[in-house]
């Protein structure tokens, strides 16, 4: 990875105001990278930015590019014409980060009752990430430089647990398309570049803090912050901190791995392979969907992973 995070490269990194976002800003600029942080959180993109640039190796201003931007990736014009500028400016995109989310609450009825939470999840969580392959991808082949696509999944787009369906839906088919992503760049002759599915654990992020405190300010209530069960203020201890995350994937981009599995303090990578393994057999094994949560197979999951845990 040193070819593509080096000093004088340049990175795009969306949902870059908090979290694993902000978390990766922080450390690029301390290799010397160009730093391009995209969020629509206008003041925490501000403070994520100053604090990025704090943390250059370059303390020559022009030496090294440190830009906030805020921007929809849900809206593709707006990616496109931010792809103009970072080209313009930067002349190339080494590292882009495909990493906004959101996480929004499902309405009291369940999944049949509306279709805001699945539309708005599916425009930020899947169409953000293609907006920014389709604006930077090109541009980024047709460079002849070598880079990379990292695309922030999740582990609920793969075991899919119960309680938030939009959400699973919307990681599920990102890692569709990053797997199809992948496999076209493979195969394309002279590509030099590749993609990545990151798929965090358990981490300590401010996405379920946001989606709240927008839910408040909807309502024109009260925002409690101490109700918010875990953020990157208030830490839970199982989660990971975005910056061990950052650690991970750097570590595992230099192995030359595509699906980036991160465990936790929770959960360990054996375990979430068992719970993975178990989710695709619900198919092979004829099983009722999300048999993981089926009381007909509850006690069976659980023997499974004892006879499976090394």
Request: hydrophobic share 40%; proline share 5%.
């Amino acid at each position: 990875m040193s070819s593509i995070m080096g000093p004088g490269k340049t990175a795009v990194i969306t949902g870059a105001s908090s979290g694993i976002g902000r978390g990766a800003a922080l450390d690029f600029a301390a290799r010397g990278m160009n730093v391009w942080l995209v969020d629509v959180d206008e003041a925490e993109l501000q403070a994520a930015t100053k604090l990025a640039k704090s943390k250059c190796q370059q303390q020559d201003a022009s030496q090294q590019t440190i830009e906030g931007r805020v921007v929809d990736v849900s809206d593709e014009a707006a990616m496109m014409a931010l792809a103009d500028e970072v080209f313009a400016k930067s002349g190339n995109c080494h590292f882009l980060f495909n990493n906004a989310g959101i996480q929004l609450s499902v309405p009291e009825g369940g999944i049949l009752a509306n279709n805001h939470a699945m539309k708005s999840t599916l425009d930020v969580n899947l169409y953000g990430p293609m907006n920014g392959c389709l604006a930077f991808c090109p541009r980024m082949k047709a460079s002849g430089e070598e880079g990379i696509v990292v695309n922030t999944g999740s582990k609920q787009g793969i075991t899919m647990p119960p309680g938030n369906l939009p959400y699973n839906v919307s990681k599920a088919a990102l890692k569709c398309y990053t797997e199809g992503l992948e496999h076209d760049l493979r195969n394309t002759i002279d590509c030099k570049v590749r993609s990545a599915l990151l798929v965090p654990g358990w981490v300590n992020t401010s996405i379920v803090l946001k989606n709240e405190r927008k839910e408040a300010l909807a309502k024109d209530a009260n925002f409690d912050l101490d109700s918010v069960f875990f953020h990157e203020e208030k830490p839970a201890s199982g989660a990971w901190m975005p910056q061990q995350v950052i650690d991970f994937m750097v570590e595992e981009l230099d192995k030359g791995k595509f699906y980036l599995i991160c465990p936790d303090n929770d959960v360990d990578r054996e375990t979430d392979n068992i719970r993975m393994t178990w989710t695709m057999q619900d198919i092979t094994q004829n099983r009722p969907p999300l048999s993981r949560w089926h009381p007909d197979y509850k006690d069976k999951f659980t023997e499974y992973l004892k006879e499976h845990k090394k």
